[in-house]
Protein backbone atom coordinates (compact mmCIF):
# COMPACT_ATOMS: atom_id res chain seq x y z
CA UNK A 1 0.00 0.00 0.00
CA UNK A 2 1.58 3.26 -1.52
CA UNK A 3 1.57 5.90 1.46
CA UNK A 4 -0.78 8.94 1.07
CA UNK A 5 0.42 12.51 0.71
CA UNK A 6 -1.78 15.13 2.52
CA UNK A 7 -1.44 19.02 1.78
CA UNK A 8 -3.83 21.68 3.39
CA UNK A 9 -2.91 25.15 2.16
CA UNK A 10 -5.68 27.01 2.03
CA UNK A 11 -9.52 26.43 1.74
CA UNK A 12 -8.65 23.08 0.29
CA UNK A 13 -7.04 19.83 0.20
CA UNK A 14 -5.20 18.39 -2.13
CA UNK A 15 -4.68 14.48 -1.69
CA UNK A 16 -2.16 12.93 -4.07
CA UNK A 17 -0.94 9.19 -4.18
CA UNK A 18 2.68 8.92 -3.94
CA UNK A 19 4.65 6.50 -6.11
CA UNK A 20 8.37 7.38 -5.20
CA UNK A 21 7.89 11.34 -6.38
CA UNK A 22 7.48 14.65 -5.11
CA UNK A 23 4.90 17.19 -5.16
CA UNK A 24 4.91 20.73 -5.83
CA UNK A 25 1.78 22.38 -4.52
CA UNK A 26 2.01 26.02 -5.62
CA UNK A 27 -0.80 28.52 -4.24
CA UNK A 28 -0.59 32.37 -4.66
CA UNK A 29 -2.84 33.64 -2.40
CA UNK A 30 -3.57 32.50 1.46
CA UNK A 31 -6.45 35.01 2.94
CA UNK A 32 -7.96 37.97 1.27
CA UNK A 33 -5.63 40.30 1.14
CA UNK A 34 -2.43 38.14 1.29
CA UNK A 35 -1.29 37.31 -2.27
CA UNK A 36 -0.22 38.23 -5.77
CA UNK A 37 -2.76 37.71 -8.27
CA UNK A 38 -1.18 37.51 -12.26
CA UNK A 39 -2.20 40.96 -13.64
CA UNK A 40 -2.30 41.91 -17.49
CA UNK A 41 -0.25 45.30 -18.74
CA UNK A 42 -3.15 47.51 -17.16
CA UNK A 43 -3.23 46.42 -14.19
CA UNK A 44 -6.15 43.53 -14.20
CA UNK A 45 -6.45 40.10 -13.29
CA UNK A 46 -5.73 37.52 -16.00
CA UNK A 47 -8.87 35.44 -16.49
CA UNK A 48 -6.78 31.92 -16.62
CA UNK A 49 -3.01 32.26 -16.86
CA UNK A 50 -0.91 28.81 -17.11
CA UNK A 51 1.95 28.42 -15.10
CA UNK A 52 4.74 26.14 -14.42
CA UNK A 53 7.52 25.07 -11.44
CA UNK A 54 11.10 24.27 -11.99
CA UNK A 55 14.27 26.12 -11.87
CA UNK A 56 16.94 28.40 -13.83
CA UNK A 57 20.26 28.02 -14.55
CA UNK A 58 22.66 29.80 -11.06
CA UNK A 59 23.77 32.31 -13.61
CA UNK A 60 20.83 32.61 -15.82
CA UNK A 61 20.07 36.62 -17.51
CA UNK A 62 16.65 37.56 -16.82
CA UNK A 63 17.25 40.39 -19.34
CA UNK A 64 15.96 38.53 -22.25
CA UNK A 65 12.51 38.43 -23.91
CA UNK A 66 9.79 36.31 -22.74
CA UNK A 67 10.75 33.08 -25.35
CA UNK A 68 14.02 32.84 -24.12
CA UNK A 69 12.11 33.12 -20.08
CA UNK A 70 10.45 30.18 -20.83
CA UNK A 71 12.66 27.91 -22.88
CA UNK A 72 15.27 28.56 -19.78
CA UNK A 73 13.11 27.13 -17.38
CA UNK A 74 13.69 23.53 -15.97
CA UNK A 75 10.31 22.11 -15.69
CA UNK A 76 9.43 20.16 -13.34
CA UNK A 77 6.71 17.95 -13.60
CA UNK A 78 3.68 18.95 -15.69
CA UNK A 79 2.21 22.66 -16.73
CA UNK A 80 -0.61 23.58 -14.75
CA UNK A 81 -3.93 25.61 -15.34
CA UNK A 82 -5.90 25.85 -12.12
CA UNK A 83 -7.95 29.27 -11.69
CA UNK A 84 -11.27 29.71 -10.66
CA UNK A 85 -10.89 33.10 -9.55
CA UNK A 86 -9.34 35.26 -12.18
CA UNK A 87 -5.65 36.07 -11.52
CA UNK A 88 -5.76 33.61 -8.25
CA UNK A 89 -4.76 29.28 -8.11
CA UNK A 90 -8.53 28.91 -6.94
CA UNK A 91 -6.89 25.97 -4.78
CA UNK A 92 -3.74 24.31 -3.96
CA UNK A 93 -2.25 22.76 -7.26
CA UNK A 94 0.00 19.96 -7.55
CA UNK A 95 2.62 18.47 -9.95
CA UNK A 96 5.04 15.36 -9.58
CA UNK A 97 8.52 14.09 -10.50
CA UNK A 98 10.85 11.86 -9.48
CA UNK A 99 13.80 13.05 -7.35
CA UNK A 100 15.62 9.93 -5.82
CA UNK A 101 16.52 9.69 -1.80
CA UNK A 102 20.00 9.28 -3.48
CA UNK A 103 20.15 12.42 -4.82
CA UNK A 104 21.71 13.38 -8.25
CA UNK A 105 18.71 15.08 -9.60
CA UNK A 106 18.91 18.75 -11.35
CA UNK A 107 16.13 19.78 -8.92
CA UNK A 108 17.89 18.61 -5.46
CA UNK A 109 18.26 21.62 -3.30
CA UNK A 110 17.16 23.99 -6.38
CA UNK A 111 15.06 27.10 -5.81
CA UNK A 112 11.52 26.60 -6.77
CA UNK A 113 10.61 28.85 -9.58
CA UNK A 114 7.27 29.90 -10.60
CA UNK A 115 6.79 30.57 -14.50
CA UNK A 116 3.57 32.86 -15.31
CA UNK A 117 1.96 32.79 -18.87
CA UNK A 118 -1.16 35.12 -19.97
CA UNK A 119 -2.35 32.15 -22.21
CA UNK A 120 -3.75 28.96 -21.46
CA UNK A 121 -0.60 27.26 -22.05
CA UNK A 122 2.83 28.86 -21.57
CA UNK A 123 3.64 27.85 -25.55
CA UNK A 124 0.74 30.21 -26.78
CA UNK A 125 1.74 33.18 -24.11
CA UNK A 126 3.04 36.13 -24.91
CA UNK A 127 3.96 37.97 -21.74
CA UNK A 128 5.25 36.04 -18.84
CA UNK A 129 6.41 36.90 -15.20
CA UNK A 130 8.50 34.47 -12.92
CA UNK A 131 8.98 34.25 -9.27
CA UNK A 132 11.68 33.06 -7.16
CA UNK A 133 10.57 31.70 -4.32
CA UNK A 134 12.30 30.92 -0.81
CA UNK A 135 11.30 26.77 -1.18
CA UNK A 136 13.76 24.41 -2.32
CA UNK A 137 12.88 20.67 -4.50
CA UNK A 138 14.05 18.22 -1.55
CA UNK A 139 15.14 14.37 -1.97
CA UNK A 140 12.28 12.00 -0.98
CA UNK A 141 12.53 10.91 2.62
CA UNK A 142 12.38 7.16 3.75
CA UNK A 143 8.38 7.35 2.90
CA UNK A 144 9.18 7.66 -0.79
CA UNK A 145 7.87 11.52 -0.90
CA UNK A 146 9.30 14.85 -1.02
CA UNK A 147 7.68 18.28 -0.43
CA UNK A 148 7.65 21.17 -2.14
CA UNK A 149 5.32 24.48 -1.07
CA UNK A 150 6.18 27.17 -3.31
CA UNK A 151 3.90 30.32 -1.83
CA UNK A 152 4.01 32.88 -4.21
CA UNK A 153 2.55 35.43 -1.95
CA UNK A 154 4.64 38.59 -0.59
CA UNK A 155 7.91 37.86 1.60
CA UNK A 156 7.99 34.42 0.49
CA UNK A 157 10.69 35.17 -2.73
CA UNK A 158 10.74 37.97 -5.57
CA UNK A 159 9.66 38.83 -8.68
CA UNK A 160 12.39 38.31 -11.15
CA UNK A 161 10.57 39.01 -14.07
CA UNK A 162 7.81 41.37 -14.66
CA UNK A 163 6.32 44.14 -12.83
CA UNK A 164 5.23 43.93 -9.10
CA UNK A 165 2.59 46.57 -9.22
CA UNK A 166 -0.82 47.85 -7.55
CA UNK A 167 -3.71 46.26 -9.63
CA UNK A 168 -6.33 48.22 -11.04
CA UNK A 169 -8.73 46.00 -10.11
CA UNK A 170 -9.69 42.68 -7.67
CA UNK A 171 -9.68 39.09 -8.76
CA UNK A 172 -13.60 38.08 -9.58
CA UNK A 173 -15.21 34.78 -9.46
CA UNK A 174 -15.13 34.83 -5.49
CA UNK A 175 -15.30 36.86 -2.55
CA UNK A 176 -13.84 39.79 -1.80
CA UNK A 177 -10.02 40.22 -2.33
CA UNK A 178 -8.12 43.19 -1.23
CA UNK A 179 -4.61 42.87 -2.74
CA UNK A 180 -2.23 45.46 -2.68
CA UNK A 181 -0.18 44.41 -5.56
CA UNK A 182 0.38 41.78 -8.48
CA UNK A 183 2.70 40.34 -10.88
CA UNK A 184 2.19 41.98 -13.95
CA UNK A 185 3.26 39.72 -17.15
CA UNK A 186 5.73 41.10 -19.74
CA UNK A 187 7.45 40.12 -22.93
CA UNK A 188 10.32 42.11 -22.21
CA UNK A 189 12.38 42.54 -19.40
CA UNK A 190 12.21 45.92 -17.28
CA UNK A 191 15.21 47.90 -16.37
CA UNK A 192 16.34 48.16 -12.96
CA UNK A 193 15.48 51.50 -12.31
CA UNK A 194 18.85 52.48 -11.73
CA UNK A 195 19.71 51.30 -15.37
CA UNK A 196 16.91 53.47 -16.07
CA UNK A 197 18.46 56.56 -14.20
CA UNK A 198 22.00 55.98 -15.84
CA UNK A 199 20.59 56.06 -19.36
CA UNK A 200 18.04 58.74 -18.69
CA UNK A 201 21.34 60.82 -16.79
CA UNK A 202 23.70 60.20 -20.01
CA UNK A 203 20.48 61.32 -22.09
CA UNK A 204 20.10 64.87 -20.58
CA UNK A 205 24.34 65.04 -20.88
CA UNK A 206 24.32 64.44 -24.49
CA UNK A 207 21.73 67.19 -25.02
CA UNK A 208 23.74 69.58 -22.59
CA UNK A 209 26.49 68.82 -24.45
CA UNK A 210 25.20 69.51 -28.00
CA UNK A 211 23.69 72.73 -26.70
CA UNK A 212 27.20 74.64 -26.01
Given at each position: ?????????????????S?????A??????????????????????????????????????????????????????E??????????????????????????????????????????????????????????????Q?????????????????????????????????????????????????????????AL????L??????
Open positions: MKKILLTSVIFASSVIASAVTTTVVNFKSLTNGLPILDNSGTPIAAPSYAVGFFADDFDFTQDGAAIRSGLTQFGDLNSFNFTGLIAAPNSTNDNIPKEGGSPFSGKNVYVLFGDENSLAGSNNFGVFKTNTVFEDENADLGVALPEVVPGSGEVVYGILRAPTSQPTGGPAFDFAQGIELVGTAVPEPSTGLLTAGLAVARRRR
